[in-house]
Structures are given as C-alpha cells and as structure tokens.
C-alpha cells in the first residue's frame, strides 16, 4: 500500500468519525446551494474531457462554503482536474488531486462535492465511484450527471445525488434532493449603480 493510499485512508476515517456523545438521530443531510454560475460552468468542465466527435465521462469538484454548523454548504467554484477518461470510466492520479486541493486552499475555500457524468441515464454510484470521490466526509456530495452531462446538472432529480454518511454514500431520493438542493442566481461581480 503507498504512502497517499494510507494517507488517503486515515484522512478518510478521521473525517468520518463521529464525537462518541452525539446523537446517531441529530444528523441531518446538509442543504446544498449550487449558484447559477456553478451550473452552467459544472456542465462545461465534465463536458471538456470529451475529445472531439467521442462522448466520455467527465468529473469536475464543486469548491465553495460551508456554514460553521455544517448545515448548509455553498458550491462557488467549479474546478476542472486533470484526468484520463474512456467512455465509461474517469481517474484522476493523486498528482491531479493535489493540484486541485492546492487550488482550493489557496482560494481560502473547502471541497463540497465530486461531480461526474455517466453514460445512458444511469445515476447510481458504482464502487468505483465511491473510491473516486475526493476526500468524502459526512456531508459531502457526490453527483453524477446523466447523458455525458450534455444537458447539464438541472434538474438535479435527474441526477443521482449522494451524499457521505458514516463511510459510505447513500443516494438521495427525489423528495431529498428537491427539500436539500437549490440553485442561487448568482450575483453580479461588479455594480456601477451611476450607469443606471
């Protein structure tokens, strides 16, 4: 076993690890806000490992905010890692996923949720994916986008969401996922209110 696979491992299990007194019925899935922006980039990111005229999978990592309770998370940043993808499959080396955390961290933001695309309509998270996701700890999101994402992320009933909870993923049915999910127009960067 290397060095980053125990590494990985051990990050894992402290992430997931729960304080001994907490209540197993306290826990609640976290709301997740995705801004518009997110959305139309997220689709763009998962489409962008496709070589021309061949559909493949795709991942990108939602980066953003979480609420100090942990209750709600705000996806803000999509991020594009480096990857090797086929038809049906995506891997992203550690090297890639150190890029991405260095990014993160060097924009002061944490990691929300893996997103990928699957091919056909098929949502569900394979062991494979659950093994993929970067970093999980309770409460994050792993998303898979039907379709090579060629219609994107919305709706997400459409997609499968998962979510980490006490070391594995459990998917969200329809009623979860629209009382948990909701997208944020996002906000103008910059308002000159004299041109108005």
Known sequence: MSVITTLHTAIRRIFSAHP????????????LLVTADVCSKTRRGLRSHSPPHEDHE????????????????VALSVVV?????T????????????????????????LIATVHSHPGERTSHS???????????????????PNYAEDG???????????YRDG??????????????ETLP??????????Q
């Open 20 to 31: 001994p007194d907490r209540p197993e019925e306290e826990w609640m899935t976290p709301r």
């Open 58 to 73: 795709g991942v990108v990592y939602w980066a953003g905010r979480s609420i100090p309770d942990e209750s709600t998370k």
């Open 81 to 85: 890692p480096e990857a090797t993808t």
């Open 87 to 110: 038809p049906g499959s995506y891997d992203v080396s550690s090297v890639a996923n150190a890029a991405v955390i260095n990014a993160i961290h060097e924009h002061d933001l944490e």
């Open 127 to 145: 062991d494979l994916d659950s093994e993929a996701a970067q970093l999980p700890h309770d409460g994050y999101f792993s998303i898979v986008v």
């Open 153 to 163: 992320v919305r709706p997400y009933t459409e997609c499968g969401v998962h979510v």
């Open 168 to 181: 594995t993923f459990v998917e969200l049915d329809a009623s979860a996922i629209e009382d948990r999910v």
């Open 186 to 195: 996002s906000a103008p960067s910059y308002v000159d209110t004299r041109e």
